[in-house]
């Protein structure tokens, strides 16, 4: 079997501070999808390159400090690593990292990608817009010649299940129409799977992945599912058990961990 985990760290020295490590050490994955790492290369020098046993690989934010930031963390070493996806705007803010596990038998991709927010204002809305547009062709590129599995905060809930209060949240950032849709597209044009959802395709609240800070959002379970693997068909496949771990909080995102049936 392969175990994967992604997890929005929100902050790697912090996530780490409340125990995150630790569960990893126990849980024991192949591999750990980060996104918001929030730390330069010197803030992972002496500390970070491993992570529970596992060897780091990171693409940071050139942009600003303490900002974004991906990784993956792997038991196995990788035939290549390819930092960014070849869009200036967007790889400065450290958003993409695919690691390829390349074998006679399988061409294998795995991704941590970290997909903008556009909560803070119609100017950030517009460049996740730009984010979509652009990242939708790199996709369906990669598909054609590669199995993979991408995972990460894409920072948009699919469907009404998807959400505790989706009626309210209509016109905010994150399950906008046009989001929604380009999910739509990925899952329905392109044939990529949403693997949590080919597993438990009905669950609402305990599919929930993100909780805001305010209003006692994470006691109440007023959640977003806003984290994903998303795989190319036979690999989607092959899925065979998932995991939102809610025990602890490590941050303001739930680690999601699936389990295929296959090993590198």
Not at 48 to 61: I, K, N, P, V, Y
Not at 91 to 111: C, H, M, N, Q, W
């Amino acid at each position: 079997m392969f175990k994967l985990t992604s997890l929005n760290l929100n902050g790697i020295r912090s996530a780490t501070a409340k125990g995150a490590e630790a569960w990893l050490e126990k849980n024991r994955p192949d591999c750990i999808c980060v996104q918001e790492i929030k730390a330069q290369a010197p803030d992972l020098a002496g500390r970070f390159e491993t992570l529970a046993g596992l060897r780091g690989h990171f693409h940071l934010a050139s942009v600003k400090k303490g900002y974004s930031g991906v990784g993956v963390y792997t038991r196995h070493e990788p035939s290549e690593v390819i930092a960014g996806y070849g869009v200036g705007e967007f790889d400065a803010e450290g958003r993409y990292l695919e690691l390829r596990f390349d074998t006679p038998r399988r061409k294998l991709s795995v991704i941590s990608a970290y997909f903008p927010s556009g909560s803070s204002g119609p100017e950030r809305q517009a460049a996740k817009f730009r984010f979509l547009d652009g990242f939708y062709p790199v996709l369906a590129r990669l598909k054609a010649g590669r199995e993979f599995i991408l995972c990460g905060d894409l920072n948009i809930a699919h469907k009404e299940i998807d959400l505790k209060n989706w009626k309210s949240n209509q016109k905010n950032s994150g399950f906008l129409p046009e989001e929604r849709a380009w999910m739509t597209r990925v899952i329905d044009d392109m044939g990529l799977v949403d693997v949590y959802r080919r597993l438990r395709p009905d669950t609402t609240g305990e599919a929930y992945t993100w909780w805001s800070n305010r209003g006692q959002a994470y006691a109440k379970n007023v959640g977003w599912r806003l984290d994903y693997h998303l795989a190319t068909p036979a690999t989607g496949q092959l899925a065979r058990t998932e995991a939102i771990y809610k025990d602890e909080k490590f941050s303001d995102h739930a680690p999601l961990t699936i389990e295929y049936d296959f090993a590198l």
